[in-house]
């Protein structure tokens, strides 16, 4: 009988495989949506010369750019979610040993819950994160080419553009990480409290609700 093949294999050929193809669907969707850019001019250019069969052509070639965009986006999406389905498999099987060591430990409550809720979160944040890092790479260099271009035709100038575009990006960067800074502390706390507060209720559907653990459990979650 033959063997199924494993669509969730977590061979470290599979995950980079899964990156390749999720940047070449990024690349093919970048540059459909950069080509409708410039679809729209000629587009518009050919009503006001009314060419009835330039206007055909070009919506024939606006669906088969739309298309590849929406198919691209898609297949990044689900490409995405497997990958991140993948690491959490791999974080989860190294974790072990350390959540079977953490479960004779009287000073972690619920430990099997908060190493799984952990680890998704974890990984639905950090591929994301780097996926989108791999698809702002491939739309700098894209949209670098088109500043060049722009600034040499208004300013004579190669980088006059792309070197203001940087600062200004720079500048905005910095004022967001100085305004969402405080934010990974608070997200922490409100971790640690939804995790305080699923073991109080774990703790209370299985009878142990007397008056000490009543303190210790509210005094965890911060209501006492």
């Known amino acids: 009988m033959k063997k199924q093949p494993d669509i969730l294999d977590t061979g470290y050929k599979n ?5 390749i193809v999720i940047v070449i669907f990024a690349s093919l969707e970048l540059g459909a949506v950069f080509y409708l850019n410039y679809w729209r001019g000629i587009f518009w250019e050919a009503i006001e010369q009314k060419q009835a069969t330039q206007f055909l052509y070009l919506v024939g070639l606006f669906t ?5 965009a929406v198919y691209s986006n898609a297949v990044s999406n689900y490409l995405e979610q497997k ?7 791999k974080m989860t099987r190294a974790y072990l040993p350390f959540f079977g ?6 000073n972690v409550d619920n430990p099997d819950q908060r190493v799984s809720d952990d680890i998704r979160k974890y990984t639905l944040q950090a591929v994301p994160w780097i996926v989108g890092v791999l698809f702002n790479t491939i739309k700098f260099f894209l949209f ?3 500043l060049c271009y722009i600034s040499m035709q ?4 190669l980088w006059l553009l792309p070197v203001g575009t940087v600062i200004y990006t720079i500048v905005g960067l ?3 990480i100085y305004m969402g800074r405080k934010l990974v502390g608070k997200s922490f706390a409100s971790q640690k409290l939804e995790a305080n507060y699923r073991f109080g209720l774990a703790k209370w559907r299985t009878g ?4 000490k653990h009543e303190y210790r459990f509210q005094k965890k979650a911060g209501i006492a």
């Open 154 to 157: 208004i300013f004579n100038n």
């Open 15 to 19: 995950i980079i495989k899964l990156i």
């Open 174 to 176: 910095s004022i967001t």
């Open 64 to 68: 088969v750019a739309a298309f590849t």
């Open 144 to 146: 670098l080419g088109v």
């Open 208 to 211: 142990d609700n007397d008056t």
């Open 83 to 89: 990958l991140s389905a993948i690491w959490r498999i």
């Open 101 to 106: 060591e953490s479960i004779n430990k009287p």
